[in-house]
Nanobody
Framework: QVRLVESGGGLVQPGGSLRLSCAASGSFFSIDIMGWYRQAPGKERELVARISRGGTTNYADSVKGRFTISRDNAKNTVDLQMNSLKLEDTAVYYC????????????????WGQGTQVTVSS
């Protein structure tokens, strides 16, 4: 089975920074997309950032210029550096991967972490 373990969440003041990390392990051949979603109370889960195996990135407009996503393909990890944090960044952040289970797979399977709380408050 595949496991995703997130770390780095916590409480931070507006304007501060946090770095989230996610480590993937288990039975998969390779990882295509790695990303971060977030969900605030009463709101839908939304994409924050994602990165392809080749390094192509996508960011939500609300975080572009403040957040940076990166990955280490050798370690199967993905990080999210969050700078200039705002109150509206408060949410549970979820790591996700799209992974090929086998060498012959042509579609991926999506896996989710359990989430880590990020709270921005003064």
């Amino acid at each position: 089975q595949v496991r995703l373990v997130e770390s780095g969440g916590g409480l931070v003041q507006p304007g501060g920074s946090l770095r989230l990390s996610c480590a993937a392990s288990g039975s998969f051949f390779s990882i295509d997309i790695m990303g971060w979603y977030r969900q605030a109370p009463g709101k839908e889960r939304e994409l924050v950032a994602r990165i392809s195996r080749g390094g192509t990135t996508n960011y939500a407009d609300s975080v572009k210029g403040r957040f940076t996503i990166s990955r280490d393909n050798a370690k199967n990890t993905v990080d999210l550096q969050m700078n200039s944090l705002k109150l509206e960044d408060t949410a549970v952040y979820y790591c996700t991967i799209d992974a090929y289970e086998h060498t012959w797979s042509f579609v991926t399977v999506t896996y989710w972490g359990q989430g880590t709380q990020v709270t921005v408050s003064s």
